[in-house]
């Protein structure tokens, strides 16, 4: 495993990560949340990445517990959350970026997670209701108080983290590290060109998720809905469109006799590639199982071979099927 500076920050970070969203708490409990886990930590694995929202709080139950049954140094580990959607009802409880939900949730999350900080904490969209200028206050003191060691944004847009690291700048406040976008070759263009400056302006760093498009990119859509997948849960049907999309699982085909030609699986192409881009700091995966977590791990020795020859070939077969 190689490890990348997050951006212009210190925090060296694993290039490839995992994320408990949609498995923890739906297809995952307590035993196989550590499982996978430790599977991602014997691989070098060194960034967890969660949110507030994932599961209602129990994906932070869930890994909170695991990290306990798995006993690692709190030095060998980064987790983080996010905050936005919220867990509660009410005014100040929802889809809210401001102060008074902002030092209330993480209080709740360190409780899940049963940690003392989180090493990252994320603004999980922009909130156009609140001045950004009260988030950025918010978000500097959540690290004051030290409960979070970095923050960053998630899916806002190259304007708001300018200005958000303009007025942290300006007030002499933590600045934003990272930001985390959706980054697989079905969705690009927010890494590659709407953040283009942000890198060396700012310092971003890149958390990327859904490497595989939610599974889309394993080729496991190409005949439907394949039993146990995560299109097949009833809240996340919203997913389904996407995956069984026609146009989509024909590049994906074509994209498997690339993989062939590299001996590696369709999964280990879709995650080198996203790897092959410096500005990411880590790849965020997804994994229901353990075998696809190992499976998946093997992308950074797959990685070498995406020459520039080899990613040309590939984003040719894409072609202008992405966002
Ligand atoms: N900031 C945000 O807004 C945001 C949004 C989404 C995700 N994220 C983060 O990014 C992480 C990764 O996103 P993601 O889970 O969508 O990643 P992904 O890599 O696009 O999808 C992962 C899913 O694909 C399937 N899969 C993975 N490896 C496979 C393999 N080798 N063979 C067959 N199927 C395989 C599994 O689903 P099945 O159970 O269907 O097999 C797995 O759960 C999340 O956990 C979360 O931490 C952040």
Not at 83 to 102: A, D, E, M, S
Not at 232 to 242: I, K, M, Q, V
Not at 273 to 302: H, Y
Request: proline share 3%.
């Amino acid at each position: 495993m190689h490890y990348r500076r997050l951006g212009r920050s210190g925090l060296q970070i694993s290039e490839l990560s995992f994320g408990s969203w949609v498995t923890y708490g739906n297809q995952v409990n307590r035993n196989a949340a550590a499982e996978l886990m430790a599977a991602a930590f014997d691989a070098g694995v060194n960034f967890f990445d969660n949110a507030e929202v994932y599961a209602g709080g129990q994906s932070e139950e869930l890994m909170g517990n695991a990290l306990k049954d798995l006993k690692k140094p709190r030095l060998s580990y980064i987790v983080s959350t996010k905050f936005f959607w919220g867990i509660t009802k009410g005014p100040n409880q929802v889809n809210t970026l401001n102060r008074k939900y902002l030092l209330h949730a993480i209080d709740g999350s360190l409780k899940r997670l049963q940690l003392d900080y989180v090493d990252l904490a994320y603004c999980h969209r922009p909130d156009p209701h609140t001045p950004i200028e009260e988030t950025v206050w918010a978000m500097s003191d959540m690290i004051t108080r030290g409960k979070a060691l970095y923050w960053g944004t998630s899916e806002w847009s190259a304007d708001e983290i300018r200005a958000a690291h303009e007025i942290a700048e300006r007030h002499h406040l933590h600045k934003p590290v990272v930001e985390q976008p959706q980054y697989n070759l079905f969705h690009r263009t927010r890494v590659e060109e709407e953040y283009a400056r942000l890198y060396e302006d700012i310092g971003l760093g890149l958390t990327t998720w859904s490497p595989l498009a939610s599974g889309l990119l394993t080729g496991k859509y190409r005949d439907g809905i394949p039993k146990g997948s995560r299109a097949e849960l009833s809240n996340y049907a919203f997913l389904r469109e996407g995956l069984t999309d026609r146009a989509k699982n024909v590049v994906v085909a074509e994209l498997a006799g690339v993989a062939t030609q590299l001996g590696c699986s369709l999964a280990q192409l879709a995650i080198a590639w996203a790897l092959t881009n410096p500005k990411v700091s880590s790849v965020i995966t997804g994994a229901s199982q353990v075998a696809q977590l190992q499976e998946n791990m093997k992308a950074a020795a797959v990685k070498d071979k995406i020459t520039d020859e080899v990613k040309k070939k590939i984003e040719a077969v894409v072609g202008d099927n992405y966002e």
